[in-house]
C-alpha cells in the first residue's frame, strides 16, 4: 500500500494549513471562551470548497475522496478542533448517508445546503439509547400525509444550529436494528423543537443539545432509508463519521506536540534550550511514534475504503487508538512545559536553601 500522498493532495493539505494558521488559529480560543458557534470561520470554510469537498461534482461539489477530506481535517484540528468538527460533518456522516441513499430530489434540496455552510445533524442519541443505538424508542408513526415523530435525542452536535438532520428512528414494530429507519427532518418542521443545550468541558463553540419530536409531521418525501436495511445502511456511512472523530483527535494531538516541540526548543534551563536533555527528548520521541501510528491507521481504512464506506472494523480501530493516543499526547505536551517549570522551581528552591546556610550548591557539591 502506498502511504504516499499525491501532488494535488499535498497541495490540499498545504491550502489547509495556511487557511488553519492564518486564519482560524487565532479566533480559536474565543469560540470556546463565548460559547459561540464559528460562523466566520464557516464562511471561510465554505469560500476555500471545504464544505461539500466530498460532495459529488454533479451536485456542486468537489467529488474529492474521504482522505481527501481527512487531510483537511487535521490541518484545521492542530489549530480549532471546533472548526474540523464542522468540516467532519460537512463532508460525511449524514452527507454521506444522504450522497450514498438519497433520491435526487432529496439531494438537490438538501446538498446545496451545505455547499452553502449548513452542518447537518446526525440524531442517533437517546436518554436511554447511547452507544447501544438500537435501544432507541424515538419512534415514526404512519400518517395520511406521511409520518409522526415521536420522541427525543440528546448530546445531539450542532443542535440550534444545524438545518437538517438525520433523524434514527423506530418504523416498524420490529425490534432491535430491523425495525429502524432514518428520516430527514428540517429545522423549522412544525413539532420539532430544539431544547436544553448541555454543558461540555471543551469544544463549547459548537453546541450539544437536545431535541424534542412532538408529533413532528413529515412527508414521505423525507424519508431517506427504510427498515429492514435502513439502520445498517445508515451505521456503514457512520463509519467515514468515525474516521473523521478519530482524525480530530489526530488533529488536537497534533497541534498539542508541534506546541510542545517549539517550547522546548526554546525554553531555557541550566544554560541550554530543554529540548537537549534526553528525558525530554524521550517524550518527543513517543508522541511522533504516536501520532504517526494513529495516522497510519486512518489513512489505511480511509485508502482501503475506496468509494465505498470504510470497513467496520478498520474504522473502529483507528479511531479508539486515535482518542486514546490523542490523550496521551495532549498530557504529555502539558507535562514538558510543566517539567521546565518544577526544573526551574526545584533549582529556585535549592538555592534558597544554601544561601540560608552561607554557601552556595556548586560549594556544596562534592570534588572529583
Given at each position: 500500500?502506498?502511504?504516499?500522498?499525491?501532488?494535488?493532495?499535498?497541495?490540499?493539505?498545504?491550502?489547509?494549513?495556511?487557511?488553519?494558521?492564518?486564519?482560524?488559529?487565532?479566533?480559536?480560543?474565543?469560540?470556546?471562551?463565548d460559547?459561540?458557534?464559528?460562523?466566520?470561520?464557516?464562511?471561510?470554510?465554505?469560500?476555500?470548497?471545504?464544505?461539500?469537498?466530498?460532495?459529488?461534482?454533479?451536485?456542486?461539489?468537489?467529488?474529492?475522496?474521504?482522505?481527501?477530506?481527512?487531510?483537511?481535517?487535521?490541518?484545521?484540528?492542530?489549530?480549532?478542533?471546533?472548526?474540523?468538527?464542522?468540516?467532519?460533518?460537512?463532508?460525511?456522516?449524514?452527507?454521506?448517508?444522504?450522497?450514498?441513499?438519497?433520491?435526487?430530489?432529496q439531494k438537490?434540496?438538501?446538498?446545496?445546503?451545505?455547499?452553502?455552510?449548513?452542518?447537518?445533524?446526525?440524531?442517533?442519541?437517546?436518554?436511554?439509547?447511547?452507544?447501544?443505538?438500537?435501544?432507541?424508542?424515538?419512534?415514526?408513526?404512519?400518517?395520511?400525509?406521511?409520518?409522526?415523530?415521536?420522541?427525543?435525542?440528546?448530546?445531539i452536535?450542532g443542535?440550534?444550529?444545524?438545518?437538517?438532520?438525520?433523524?434514527?428512528?423506530?418504523?416498524s414494530?420490529?425490534?432491535?436494528?430491523?425495525?429502524?429507519?432514518?428520516?430527514?427532518?428540517?429545522?423549522?418542521?412544525?413539532?420539532?423543537?430544539?431544547?436544553?443545550?448541555?454543558?461540555?468541558?471543551?469544544?463549547?463553540?459548537?453546541?450539544?443539545?437536545?431535541?424534542?419530536?412532538?408529533?413532528?409531521r413529515?412527508?414521505?418525501?423525507?424519508?431517506?432509508?427504510?427498515?429492514?436495511?435502513?439502520?445498517?445502511?445508515?451505521m456503514?456511512?457512520?463509519?467515514?463519521?468515525?474516521?473523521?472523530?478519530?482524525?480530530?483527535?489526530?488533529?488536537?494531538?497534533?497541534?498539542?506536540?508541534?506546541?510542545?516541540?517549539?517550547?522546548?526548543?526554546?525554553?531555557?534551563?541550566?544554560?541550554?534550550?530543554?529540548?537537549?536533555?534526553?528525558?525530554?527528548?524521550?517524550?518527543?520521541?513517543?508522541?511522533?511514534?504516536?501520532?504517526?501510528?494513529?495516522?497510519?491507521?486512518?489513512?489505511?481504512?480511509?485508502?482501503?475504503?475506496?468509494?465505498?464506506?470504510?470497513?467496520?472494523?478498520?474504522?473502529?480501530?483507528?479511531?479508539?487508538?486515535?482518542?486514546?493516543?490523542?490523550q496521551?499526547?495532549?498530557?504529555?505536551?502539558?507535562?514538558?512545559?510543566?517539567?521546565?517549570?518544577?526544573?526551574?522551581?526545584?533549582?529556585?528552591?535549592?538555592?534558597?536553601?544554601?544561601?540560608?546556610?552561607?554557601?552556595?550548591?556548586?560549594?556544596?557539591?562534592?570534588?572529583?
Amino acid at each position: 500500500m502506498d502511504f504516499q500522498l499525491g501532488a494535488a493532495q499535498q497541495a490540499l493539505q498545504a491550502r489547509a494549513r495556511t487557511l488553519a494558521d492564518g486564519v482560524f488559529r487565532e479566533r480559536a480560543a474565543r469560540w470556546d471562551a463565548d460559547e459561540e458557534y464559528p460562523w466566520d470561520n464557516v464562511k471561510d470554510l465554505v469560500a476555500a470548497g471545504f464544505m461539500g469537498l466530498a460532495i459529488p461534482r454533479e451536485h456542486g461539489g468537489s467529488g474529492g475522496s474521504l482522505l481527501d477530506v481527512l487531510l483537511v481535517v487535521e490541518e484545521i484540528a492542530r489549530v480549532c478542533g471546533v472548526t474540523a468538527r464542522i468540516v467532519v460533518e460537512g463532508n460525511v456522516g449524514a452527507v454521506g448517508a444522504l450522497v450514498a441513499y438519497g433520491t435526487e430530489a432529496q439531494k438537490r434540496r438538501y446538498l446545496p445546503w451545505v455547499l452553502e455552510g449548513d452542518k447537518p445533524a446526525i440524531a442517533i442519541t437517546e436518554p436511554e439509547a447511547g452507544s447501544a443505538a438500537t435501544d432507541l424508542v424515538t419512534r415514526a408513526d404512519e400518517a395520511p400525509e406521511g409520518w409522526a415523530l415521536h420522541g427525543e435525542k440528546r448530546w445531539i452536535t450542532g443542535a440550534g444550529v444545524s438545518r437538517l438532520h438525520l433523524v434514527y428512528c423506530r418504523m416498524s414494530e420490529t425490534p432491535g436494528a430491523e425495525g429502524i429507519g432514518g428520516i430527514l427532518v428540517e429545522r423549522d418542521t412544525p413539532g420539532f423543537r430544539v431544547g436544553e443545550r448541555d454543558r461540555t468541558m471543551g469544544l463549547r463553540g459548537i453546541p450539544e443539545g437536545r431535541l424534542h419530536f412532538d408529533a413532528c409531521r413529515v412527508s414521505r418525501e423525507q424519508v431517506l432509508v427504510t427498515p429492514p436495511n435502513g439502520f445498517k445502511k445508515l451505521m456503514s456511512a457512520y463509519n467515514s463519521q468515525r474516521l473523521g472523530a478519530a482524525t480530530v483527535a489526530l488533529g488536537l494531538a497534533q497541534g498539542a506536540y508541534e506546541l510542545a516541540l517549539a517550547y522546548a526548543m526554546e525554553r531555557r534551563q541550566f544554560g541550554r534550550v530543554i529540548a537537549d536533555f534526553q528525558g525530554i527528548r524521550w517524550k518527543l520521541a513517543d508522541m511522533a511514534i504516536e501520532l504517526d501510528a494513529a495516522r497510519l491507521l486512518i489513512h489505511r481504512a480511509a485508502v482501503n475504503a475506496g468509494s465505498r464506506f470504510p470497513d467496520a472494523l478498520e474504522a473502529a480501530k483507528a479511531k479508539t487508538f486515535a482518542a486514546e493516543m490523542a490523550q496521551e499526547v495532549t498530557g504529555q505536551a502539558l507535562q514538558i512545559r510543566s517539567m521546565a517549570r518544577r526544573a526551574m522551581d526545584a533549582r529556585s528552591r535549592s538555592s534558597a536553601w544554601f544561601a540560608t546556610r552561607g554557601c552556595s550548591p556548586s560549594a556544596a557539591a562534592p570534588s572529583r
